[in-house]
């Protein structure tokens, strides 16, 4: 099976990335499992909303732990397996985070920055301290903050393919290549990553604006590039309120889960 790591970024905030990087992780999970594959989830979010979302208890470590050498890998992730509770995710493991996230970023950036020829450049923190994920999981889905800083390139450079989660309700900027600008610098010197897709999210198609923007996106990115969207729809808050849910165990048939497991089915297939 395939090791690929994807990144769910884009700059914005509120577009669906941490719903998207939960929902892609266990949709993965499920897909695999029979298999014996594994996938995990990393939160590179210091809002830490991935553990809390699937109801996970936190340990002492995290992440921010792990890249401040404070604590093995083994220590920091958490099993996503609820099977007690009704929730089986046999396969699926988290690597948390909190706020400590955000000290932790300041100390590796004046580390990199006054270390000197020994020190870890900023852009290669990630490889250097997560690099060895990609040996123990089939796939590893980060859920990145709307600001990735100086971080971006890190992330970049760890991740093999990113998903742009975009909100259809605004058209202005669609024709700019502003959810995408970061990963095209990247590429422009010389980072290895893709785009998977395009993911237009919070779509209603009985709206001019969500239309207009779905069109105007397959108009810019390509066709293939954009993925089917992902329906505006209230479950998506409800599922991590009614017991730390995803939408494949809250509402499997819904459109919204129907439209996820055709990304799953995408990103799988190829
Ligand atoms: N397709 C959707 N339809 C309706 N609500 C959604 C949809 N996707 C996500 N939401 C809800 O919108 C809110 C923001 O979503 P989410 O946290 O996934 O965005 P985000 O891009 O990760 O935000 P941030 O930039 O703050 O990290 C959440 O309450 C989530 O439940
Ligand atoms: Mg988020």
């Given at each position: 099976m395939s090791k690929r790591i994807f990144a769910v970024a884009n700059r914005k905030g509120g577009v669906g990335k941490t719903t998207t990087a939960i929902t892609v992780a266990h949709g993965l999970a499920q897909k695999i499992a029979d298999s014996g594959g594994r996938v995990l989830l990393i939160?590179?979010?210091?809002?830490?909303?991935v553990a809390t979302s699937l109801k996970l208890e936190l340990r002492k470590r995290d992440l921010a732990d792990l890249l401040l050498d404070r604590a093995e890998f083994r220590d920091c992730v958490i099993s996503a397996d609820r099977a007690d509770e009704g929730?089986?995710?046999?396969?699926l493991f988290v690597l948390p985070s909190n706020d400590t996230l955000a000290e932790a970023k300041g100390e590796l950036m004046i580390k990199s920055a006054i270390?000197?020829?020994k020190a870890t450049p900023i852009e290669n923190v990630l490889n250097e301290?997560?690099?060895?994920?990609r040996d123990l999981f089939n796939y590893v889905v980060i859920d990145c903050p709307p600001t990735l800083d100086v971080f971006s390139d890190s992330v970049y450079r760890l991740a093999d393919e990113a998903i742009v989660p975009v909100k259809t309700?605004?058209?202005?900027?669609?024709?700019?290549?502003?959810?995408t600008n970061d990963i095209l610098d990247a590429q422009s010197y010389g980072?290895?990553?893709?785009?998977n897709c395009i993911l237009p999210t919070f779509y209603d198609k009985r709206l001019t604006i969500a239309r207009s923007v779905l069109e105007a996106l397959r108009t810019h990115y390509g066709k293939a590039t954009v993925a089917t969207p992902i329906p505006r729809s209230t479950v998506f808050e409800q599922a991590p309120a009614v017991e730390g849910q995803t939408i494949f165990e809250y509402r499997p048939n819904s459109a919204a889960a129907k439209a996820y497991q055709e990304l799953i089915d995408r990103i799988h297939s190829t």
């Open positions: 939160d590179f979010d210091p809002q830490g909303n929730f089986p995710r046999p396969n270390g000197g020829r301290k997560l690099g060895f994920v309700d605004f058209l202005g900027e669609v024709g700019t290549a502003r959810h980072i290895d990553i893709q785009i």
